[in-house]
């Protein structure tokens, strides 16, 4: 039987939903919170900490180049979405967007 390797996703900000889907992620076996991202460093540290993510990065395009994120949750504000969806899939990343 061959083992498939968890997807390792990437959030991109660390506001309210942001914690609602990292928690989730944790029930999903074919999941792992690889990488967390904000526009301030310390507030993705704290985030990273709490939910066990490896990868920390002060920018959301340094993020986007970490080649072993392969999902991208978006958690920006609403008017946001559009803009990194664009940046995301230019990366070559694939992407969870709600609304």
């Known amino acids: 039987m061959t083992q498939i390797s968890p997807v390792r996703w990437g959030i991109l900000a660390c506001?309210?939903?942001a914690h609602e889907f990292a928690a989730a992620l944790k029930d999903c076996p074919?999941?792992?919170l690889h990488a967390v991202s904000s526009r301030d460093v310390r507030r993705a540290q704290t985030f990273a900490?709490?939910?066990q993510a490896p990868r920390v990065y002060g920018s959301y395009e340094a993020m986007l180049?970490?080649?072993e994120v392969e999902a991208v949750y978006i958690a920006t504000l609403h008017p946001l979405h559009l803009e990194w969806i664009a940046h995301c899939?230019?990366?070559g990343k694939h992407v969870l967007c709600e609304k």
């Open 15 to 17: 506001g309210k939903i």
């Open 30 to 32: 074919d999941s792992v």
């Open 49 to 51: 900490d709490l939910h």
């Open 65 to 67: 180049a970490d080649s």
């Open 89 to 91: 899939v230019q990366a």
